[in-house]
């Protein structure tokens, strides 16, 4: 994991990354692809976003409200 040495927050809210970031660029690093196959491949798809809580303090915030049944067949 990387040092991060920004601002600290409590809540980030922004979009994930798409899980083929990490290969395409491995993929790249090593010859395997070209720089313009990475960069089509790097293009955003669909976006979607994530909340993230990083502190004690941002946690202390949920409530718990509701439980529900998934039907995994579905």
Request: with cysteine.
């Amino acid at each position: 994991m990387g040092l991060y040495c920004g601002p600290k927050y409590d809540l980030v809210f922004g979009p994930v990354a798409n899980d083929d970031v990490y290969e395409t660029l491995q993929l790249f690093v090593n010859g395997a692809i070209s720089r313009s196959y990475a960069m089509e491949r790097l293009k955003v798809k669909e976006l979607f976003n994530q909340l993230v809580f990083k502190t004690e303090k941002a946690l202390a915030f949920l409530r718990f409200v509701r439980a529900e049944v998934v039907d995994e067949r579905r």
